[in-house]
């Protein structure tokens, strides 16, 4: 079941780049203002990982949380002394991928400070995200369709991650659009070498390797279906096919990098202990959430949460859906983006930045609402934009929204 892809080139896509920076500029001043004149968390609450040079006011409250570690790895790499906190159990940055934060590096050697680089990296990404995603869409989809699927992944609570948050989200997400936007174009090769530097960036890059690798098979003729059963046939695929595989290096080099220097090449997996993660009966039973429940008086918290697994719940139900739609390779990928989070977190945290990662959904769900049409799709994507704003303007005042 491959996917109907047509000849139209997204030719609009400066529509989608007016919408990315129209979302951005609200969001910006929601979150400045929010900081400014709204009630904050209690201080102490939400640490701060470092100040901007310039416009700290207006850019400073998107720098919270897990900023910290990135900021320190962008600097100073991953610290020898951080084996004995991998040793003990603790909260160390080998949890954290390296492909963000080498970025953030290579703009540091070109003379531009962290705090700017975090920002302008994301900011960046964030806006080819939307481009490539649209002009991907589009070829999949009718105009109506693909343009409301852009508006339903820029409106999404989460997407404010693609704005300027210090999270690699929108690096991940705009490389792995790229890739697949390049293997519909017929190169396969170039497909690889983002890939790489995808799965450098997130463990679902291994995700995105697989359907690269099963969408080249489909495109060629060389992988078909009969009802759920796959045919395959090696003859019709080229050489450079198999350029796509080279996306699986970036995470290679990763665990050998973490086999080196921590004795694990899973050491950053074995590093989500430190926050009670990874894989294993706790994470799949969800019992951090069932003690969240039972003991943590911060309700507020403890619903943020539960929100976050529903979300990634409905994306999940919305699996099989995609798969026919868009076919195995872009099945594959929003398969391994959404439950590899489910598996491997005990308590649903982040997954709503998550789910922003399972791009094929948002195009799904631009078909459909399509098919809606006005009032429908308005009412669903200004309630989903309402809540951008919600969500948005809390992790300004400090909360821990991801």
């Given at each position: 079941?491959?996917?109907?892809?047509?000849?139209?080139?997204?030719?609009?896509?400066?529509?989608?780049?007016v919408?990315?920076l129209?979302?951005?500029?609200?969001?910006?001043?929601v979150v400045?203002q929010?900081?400014?004149h709204?009630?904050r968390?209690?201080?102490?609450?939400?640490p701060r990982?470092?100040?901007?040079?310039?416009?700290?006011?207006?850019?400073?409250?998107w720098?919270?949380?897990?900023?910290?570690?990135?900021?320190?790895?962008?600097e100073?790499g991953?610290?020898?002394?951080?084996?004995?906190v991998?040793?003990?159990g603790?909260?160390?940055?080998v949890a954290?991928f390296?492909?963000?934060?080498?970025?953030?590096a290579?703009?540091?050697?070109?003379?531009?400070?962290?705090?700017?680089?975090?920002?302008?990296v994301?900011?960046?990404?964030?806006?080819?995200?939307t481009?490539?995603?649209?002009?991907?869409?589009?070829?999949?989809?009718?105009?109506?369709?693909?343009r409301?699927?852009?508006?339903?992944?820029?409106?999404?609570?989460?997407?404010?991650?693609?704005i300027?948050?210090?999270?690699?989200?929108?690096?991940?997400?705009?490389?792995a659009?790229?890739?697949?936007?390049?293997?519909?174009?017929?190169?396969?090769?170039a497909?690889?070498?983002l890939a790489?530097?995808?799965?450098?960036?997130?463990l679902i890059?291994?995700?995105l390797?697989?359907?690269?690798?099963i969408?080249?098979?489909?495109?060629r003729?060389?992988?078909t279906?009969d009802?759920?059963?796959?045919?395959?046939?090696?003859?019709?695929?080229?050489?450079?096919d198999?350029?796509?595989?080279?996306?699986?290096?970036?995470?290679a080099?990763?665990?050998v990098?973490?086999?080196?220097?921590?004795?694990d090449?899973?050491?950053?997996?074995?590093?989500?202990?430190?926050?009670?993660?990874?894989?294993g009966?706790?994470?799949?039973?969800?019992?951090?959430?069932?003690?969240?429940?039972?003991?943590n008086?911060?309700?507020?918290f403890v619903?943020r949460?539960?929100?976050?697994?529903?979300?990634?719940?409905?994306?999940?139900?919305?699996l099989?859906?995609?798969?026919r739609?868009?076919?195995?390779?872009y099945?594959?990928y929003?398969?391994?983006?959404?439950?590899?989070?489910?598996l491997?977190?005990?308590n649903f945290?982040s997954h709503?930045?998550?789910?922003?990662?399972?791009f094929?959904?948002?195009?799904?769900?631009?078909v459909?609402l399509?098919r809606?049409?006005?009032p429908g799709?308005?009412?669903?994507?200004?309630?989903?934009?309402?809540?951008?704003?919600?969500?948005?303007?809390?992790?300004?005042r400090?909360?821990?929204?991801?």
């Amino acid at each position: 079941m491959t996917a109907a892809v047509g000849t139209r080139d997204g030719s609009d896509w400066r529509w989608a780049a007016v919408l990315h920076l129209a979302v951005a500029a609200v969001l910006v001043v929601v979150v400045w203002q929010s900081s400014v004149h709204l009630t904050r968390q209690e201080e102490g609450r939400y640490p701060r990982a470092i100040t901007l040079e310039h416009g700290d006011d207006v850019l400073g409250p998107w720098l919270y949380w897990d900023t910290k570690y990135y900021v320190d790895i962008s600097e100073h790499g991953y610290r020898a002394e951080d084996r004995a906190v991998f040793e003990a159990g603790g909260e160390t940055a080998v949890a954290f991928f390296p492909g963000y934060p080498l970025v953030v590096a290579a703009l540091g050697v070109l003379g531009v400070s962290t705090g700017f680089a975090l920002v302008g990296v994301t900011l960046l990404a964030g806006l080819g995200a939307t481009v490539v995603l649209h002009k991907l869409f589009t070829l999949q989809m009718s105009r109506a369709a693909s343009r409301r699927a852009t508006l339903a992944l820029a409106l999404f609570p989460w997407s404010y991650f693609l704005i300027a948050t210090a999270y690699p989200e929108a690096l991940f997400l705009f490389l792995a659009g790229a890739a697949f936007l390049l293997v519909e174009h017929d190169r396969p090769v170039a497909a690889g070498l983002l890939a790489a530097l995808a799965s450098a960036t997130r463990l679902i890059g291994i995700g995105l390797v697989l359907g690269l690798a099963i969408r080249v098979a489909e495109r060629r003729g060389a992988l078909t279906f009969d009802g759920w059963r796959p045919r395959v046939d090696r003859s019709r695929l080229r050489r450079r096919d198999a350029g796509v595989l080279f996306g699986a290096s970036g995470l290679a080099a990763w665990m050998v990098v973490c086999w080196v220097r921590y004795g694990d090449p899973l050491a950053f997996s074995t590093a989500q202990r430190g926050w009670s993660q990874g894989f294993g009966p706790r994470s799949w039973f969800k019992l951090g959430l069932i003690d969240q429940l039972q003991h943590n008086q911060e309700r507020f918290f403890v619903t943020r949460l539960v929100l976050q697994g529903l979300v990634m719940l409905l994306f999940a139900i919305a699996l099989p859906a995609v798969w026919r739609r868009f076919g195995a390779g872009y099945g594959t990928y929003s398969v391994v983006v959404v439950m590899l989070p489910l598996l491997g977190s005990a308590n649903f945290a982040s997954h709503g930045r998550f789910a922003l990662m399972a791009f094929p959904v948002f195009g799904l769900l631009g078909v459909r609402l399509e098919r809606e049409r006005a009032p429908g799709d308005v009412v669903v994507l200004a309630l989903s934009g309402a809540a951008l704003v919600v969500v948005a303007s809390l992790w300004g005042r400090g909360y821990w929204m991801a």
